[in-house]
């Protein structure tokens, strides 16, 4: 047998044409340079958020891999195929009689020149792709991956040795089908329809079928067995695939050169091992859907996005008594859209406290795409939804207006109040009322957790989402697998030290108002303005046209008023919300406080910002609180020194809960660090501080800055953030110390 091998060896290197064929494999490394070199001439002149939209290159062997298989496929099948054009057969027999050993003596050398020359091929088409893209290379997209990949990221250097390890499986490819053709044009032909014509007939099917069936072309497998995606099979199952379909290639023409006899027991044989081959690794290791028992159906609410699914689940009221009244949670779920292997669920905590995180999904379904490649998403109207039922909307989403107590007797009388008003809710059932803390909404989504059958869970966590991820984090924490805080609230931080970006951000509008003839406050110094407005109106409140007499704003309204337009000035460059918070301004100066009222109106219903019940009934329980008027006293001076536009609107929420019915059931408490992987903050210039604070918590962390306005910017669909976010979620890669996201101007 050695003999024959190395006779086979001879004729492989003595063989003109295959150097010929070889030098070929050029057309693969111009095909890589060239397709990235229009990449990123199209890259080029495009926004921010259209580049981050352009699909990856990936390790860029792909642009030309077709043109590599097809060239190797031909060197496989030439080294049979010539023999019969010549007539060499007859010879190659009379010394070789027994045609699978003539066969098999083939399959080393090829192996080995197919192996050497695959390899290099593999790194030069990546080398090539990447020095075409430049600079563009490393910008990241909304997919979670940069344009380019280096070799130094997770994965690419292996998909690139697979790469060219999958040239040289095609070579063997090639040597079964021409001993099975037994002609080089037929060959030709075969391979061509392999290699080139499947692939493109996949990629016209409609998704998912799309996904499923490019999965198993060959072209697609090198990123498979690397685990970098290119389909929905798992490593194992995508390197058991290629293996047979070597064997199968190799079991077809052995089975045509047999004699006719022994041709049925040959391709039984090798289609037996082909099965084998590729059944085993994915019954081992492929990765089925989890044991859900959630009865997923169309949702009953017919505005949310057709693919959303919704079912229901049964939790206690009271954690503490399992076995207790139970309420019901709606899930939302978008799934996977099977587009690449399914690596989990993330789970959207929806912020407020109680908005609902099924209509947020909805709403914000796009922002979801790119990760729905690879996640299903799933939501919840979380216990403490106002809407739910259980308890008056109109009571929950009502409350008292907020005062600024500047005595002990003020402060008992805006407690009598807060009581007054908690206790008109609670009344209709006190039980559900007293238990919606986090930790209760946490146990919750733990319950949903366990009923999707996940091992663990992703998370991405908005606004006052955060706090829920938090105690979530503090009661599981071996079961997240990654955390995202998006503009978090944040029980740990300073109050006054936390509201500092948003006196930045009213610098901002100052400085917005001195350079934009638009801003009704133009030509004036606007701090000066604004500060001489407040006290005025703390001595005197500015009435309300219309309103009775009780609606005329203290300065303390009005700072709480015009809080939102402060931070979030809307869409530039007009920025609508500061455009209308200054005509407010300029209206309070000549007496009216109507401007504020009006736009607060719109959203609330009230002509002053209410203290939400609904809101209360968790912030309360969460600790949001005071311990007396004497820590009062103590948060409200340092607000004062340290907040000169905007102090007192820190501490709104915590005066909402003086005098509260029911205690504290869910202080802050510290993270388990050392248990819990490491974490991602996003943010905005006034939200980032916050989160950052947060997974500064968490070793390994690390935190991105939006250098702009916005609140839950991945919802909002901010492009930088959501590929920050997603290749986190994907790959658990962080970004580097000092990240940032530039401002996107439209």
């Known amino acids: 047998m050695i003999d024959v091998i190395a006779s086979e060896w001879m004729k492989l290197r003595t063989l003109r044409s295959n150097v010929y064929v070889l030098a070929c494999s050029v057309a693969a490394v111009l095909a890589c340079a060239g397709i990235a070199f229009m990449i990123g001439r199209g890259f080029d002149g495009q926004t921010l958020d259209e580049k981050m939209a352009f699909p990856g290159n990936g390790d860029g062997i792909g642009n030309g891999i077709a043109v590599a298989y097809f060239v190797f496929a031909v060197l496989g099948a030439l080294a049979i195929t010539s023999e019969h054009s010549t007539g060499m057969i007859q010879t190659s027999l009379v010394a070789v009689p027994r045609r699978r050993v003539l066969l098999l003596a083939k399959i080393p050398g090829l192996a ?142 052995a089975t045509m050169i047999t004699m006719a006899r022994r041709r049925i027991k040959v391709l039984a044989i090798g289609a037996a091992a082909a099965v084998l081959v590729s059944a085993v690794p994915a019954a081992a290791a492929s990765s089925p859907d989890p044991a859900s028992t959630m009865a997923w159906a169309d ?139 986090s930790a209760s909404v946490a146990r919750d989504m733990e319950a949903i957790r366990v009923a999707l059958g996940e091992e663990k869970l992703s998370f991405i966590a908005n606004s006052y989402g955060g706090r829920p991820g938090i105690e979530y984090s503090r009661l599981f924490p071996g079961r997240v697998r990654a955390m995202v805080f998006d503009g978090a609230v944040n029980p740990y931080e300073h109050r006054a030290q936390s509201r500092l970006s948003h006196e930045e951000s009213f610098a901002r509008f100052a400085a917005w108002c001195a350079a934009n003839t638009t801003c009704a406050l133009h030509g004036q110094d606007v701090g000066e303005v604004w500060r001489a407005l407040v006290a005025r109106a703390d001595r005197v409140p500015v009435p309300v046209k219309g309103e009775s007499p009780a609606a005329a704003y203290s300065g303390f309204d009005i700072k709480e008023a015009a809080a939102p337009s402060i931070i979030s000035p809307g869409q530039e460059p007009d920025l609508p ?162 990240t940032v996201c530039p401002k996107t101007v439209t």
């Not at 402060?411 to 809710?425: F, I, P, S």
């Open 577 to 738: 919300r500061w455009t209308e918070l200054a005509e407010a301004i300029e209206r309070a100066v000549d007496g009216d406080a109507s401007g504020f009222a009006d736009y607060v109106r719109q959203a609330r219903k009230s002509p002053k910002v209410p203290s939400s019940t609904g809101m209360n009934m968790t912030h309360c329980l969460d600790g949001i609180v005071f311990r007396d008027y004497e820590e009062y006293r103590q948060r409200r001076r340092e607000g004062e020194r340290l907040l000169p536009n905007i102090a007192g609107t820190e501490l709104w929420h915590p005066l909402g809960c003086v005098g509260w019915p029911t205690p504290v059931t869910n202080p802050p408490g510290p993270l388990p660090a050392e248990e819990l992987p490491p974490y991602l903050g996003v943010g905005s210039w006034t939200d980032y501080g916050r989160s950052a604070d947060i997974v500064r918590r968490v070793p390994g962390s690390a935190a991105v800055q939006y250098q702009g306005h916005g609140h839950g910017l991945y919802n909002a669909g901010n492009s930088c953030i959501i590929g920050h976010v997603n290749r986190y979620l994907i790959s658990l890669r962080l970004p580097a110390r000092g």
């Open 112 to 253: 080995a020149v197919a192996l050497v020359a695959g390899q290099v091929l593999a790194f030069v088409m990546h080398a090539a792709s990447m020095a075409a893209l430049g600079d563009r290379a490393g910008q990241l997209l909304r997919e979670g991956v940069t344009l380019g990949t280096p070799l130094s990221d997770p994965g690419v250097l292996a998909s690139v040795i697979v790469a060219g390890l999958s040239m040289a499986a095609v070579a063997l490819i090639g040597l079964g089908v021409g001993a099975a053709v037994r002609s080089t044009p037929g060959a030709l032909v075969v391979l061509a329809v392999i290699i080139v014509v499947l692939p493109v007939v996949a990629k016209t099917l409609p998704m998912p079928l799309r996904a499923q069936a490019g999965s198993f072309m060959i072209e697609n497998l090198p990123l498979q067995i690397a685990g970098v995606g290119g389909g929905i099979l798992p490593p194992a199952a995508a390197a058991g695939l290629l293996v047979a379909y070597v064997l199968a290639a190799l079991t077809a023409g």
């Open 299 to 437: 949702c009953a609410d017919r505005t949310l996005v057709k693919e959303m699914r919704c079912a229901s689940i049964k939790v206690p009221v009271n954690w503490a008594e399992p076995s207790g009244r139970k309420i019901d949670l709606t899930v939302g779920l978008l799934p996977a859209t099977g587009a690449q292997r399914r690596m989990g669920t993330v789970f959207a905590i929806p912020g407020g406290p109680g908005g609902s995180g099924v209509e947020d999904l909805s709403r914000n379904a796009g922002s979801f795409a790119e990760l729905r490649d690879r996640f299903d998403v799933v939501s919840v109207e979380p216990r403490n939804t106002v809407d739910k039922g259980v308890l008056s909307f109109d009571c929950l989403f009502s409350g008292p207006w907020i005062t600024w107590p500047d005595t002990r007797a003020e402060y008992a009388e805006l407690g009598r109040r807060n009581r007054a008003a908690a206790q008109r809710c609670r009344g209709a059932d006190p039980e559900f009322f007293d238990h919606m803390d």
